[in-house]
């Protein structure tokens, strides 16, 4: 009897943890998509597969409940793990679509040749790292701390203790 009212205890503040948390996620998501999009130097930003690919995932594991944040866009592990690409140059296709995307006016041929030029210096010296996510983790910290005691405290009011 006593696990049975604990279980259902459980259950009850999940029903109550998990929506909100759900919402906190979408937030989160929204504000590292703002991150993105006024990242210095450079924003992060330009077919809009990345930011159209962030995904909010929230579950209970048996012990906590878990909020992930995921980029699903392919060049992803490249803008936040930067890379080197050791024996293999980049493919030049990306590079000089890219180039045409923010020059639409430049001729092909100057577009392939800067395409080029940038596989070189990116086989040479890498893509450098940008720690998006970890930024955004160090600028919410307090207001991430500030929503998750919001809930627990949603979640401790509603229960009424019975004498």
């Known amino acids: 009897m006593r696990n049975d009212l604990w279980d259902e205890t459980i259950v009850d503040i999940l029903e109550m943890v998990i929506p909100k948390c759900k919402e906190l996620a979408k937030e989160l998501k929204q504000r590292i998509a703002d991150k993105a999009m006024n990242y210095k130097p450079y ?10 690919g962030l995904t909010e995932k929230v579950y ?48 092909d041929k100057d577009a392939r040749r800067i395409a080029f030029a940038l596989q070189y210096k990116i086989f ?6 940008r720690p998006l996510f970890n930024e955004v983790k160090k600028d919410l910290a307090s207001w991430m701390d500030a929503q998750i005691k919001n809930i627990e405290n949603e979640v401790i009011n509603s229960f ?4």
């Open 124 to 129: 040479h010296e890498g893509i450098k790292e």
């Open 60 to 107: 209970f594991d048996g012990e906590n409940v878990n909020i992930v944040i995921s980029a699903k866009a392919e060049h992803s592990k490249y803008i936040f793990g930067g890379s080197w690409y050791g024996s293999k140059k980049p493919p030049i296709a990306p590079l000089e679509s890219w180039i045409k995307r923010k020059r639409p006016s430049i001729l």
């Open 43 to 52: 924003p992060i930003y330009d077919t809009g597969k990345f930011i159209d």
């Open 160 to 163: 009424r203790v019975i004498s």
